[in-house]
C-alpha cells in the first residue's frame, strides 16, 4: 500500500468516527399545532422520516412531551406543584 493510499484509508476512518459519534436527535415537524412527521438526525444529515402514529413515533412523542411536562411542573426547588 502506497503511502497515499494508507493516507486515505486514514482520512476516511477519521471522518467516519466524526460522524458516528454525532448525536442523533429527534424534530418534530408541525403544521397547524399538530405533528405531522418525526425527522431523525444525525448532526446536519437527514436519517430518517418517522410516522408520528406508528409505534416508534408514538413512544418517541411520548418521552419528549413527559420530559417537557415534568420539567414545567417543578418548582425552583425542585418540588413538584
Known amino acids: 500500500m502506497s503511502e497515499?493510499?494508507?493516507?486515505?484509508?486514514?482520512?476516511?476512518e477519521s471522518s467516519s468516527q466524526t460522524a458516528n459519534a454525532e448525536e442523533i436527535t429527534y424534530h418534530a415537524v408541525e403544521k397547524d399545532g399538530v405533528v405531522t412527521a418525526i425527522w431523525e438526525m444525525q448532526g446536519r444529515k437527514h436519517l430518517r422520516t418517522i410516522d408520528p402514529r406508528s409505534r416508534q413515533?408514538?413512544?418517541?412523542?411520548?418521552?419528549?412531551?413527559?420530559?417537557?411536562?415534568?420539567?414545567?411542573?417543578?418548582?425552583?426547588?425542585?418540588?413538584?406543584?
Do not use: F, K
Open 57 to 81: 413515533g408514538r413512544e418517541i412523542l411520548n418521552l419528549y412531551t413527559t420530559a417537557d411536562h415534568h420539567d414545567e411542573n417543578q418548582t425552583s426547588t425542585g418540588e413538584t406543584v
Open 4 to 12: 497515499t493510499e494508507s493516507a486515505a484509508q486514514a482520512a476516511a
